[in-house]
């Protein structure tokens, strides 16, 4: 069996606000490496994926990483520091 790979290359139009960072995102910017994990209505998959990302907090410290829970329009830091997020942004 064969498999194709495909490889692509994007590029954004820094200049159009539909692409920027939301603003509440801006603080991370050039500091930290942001994971953000959707959680689904019945959370089941977030909650695994949450396990499965903070058992090694020490890899994610060293890598400055900040990871973020958002279900609907919360948003909740899971790992490192994140004050005043706006899910809706």
Known sequence: ????????ATKIDE???AYSPAKSLAAFQ?????FIL???KENARAARQ????LAD?????????VVLKVAGK????L?????GLDGEA
């Open 74 to 77: 919360n948003v909740r830091s």
């Open 38 to 40: 959707f959680a689904d």
């Open 30 to 34: 050039w500091k930290n490496r942001v």
């Open 50 to 53: 949450e396990n499965q990302l």
């Open 57 to 65: 907090r020490n890899a994610l410290d060293e890598r400055d990483m």
């Open 79 to 83: 790992f490192g520091a994140a004050d």
């Open 15 to 17: 200049t159009n606000s």
């Open 1 to 8: 069996m064969s498999k194709t790979l495909l490889y692509g």
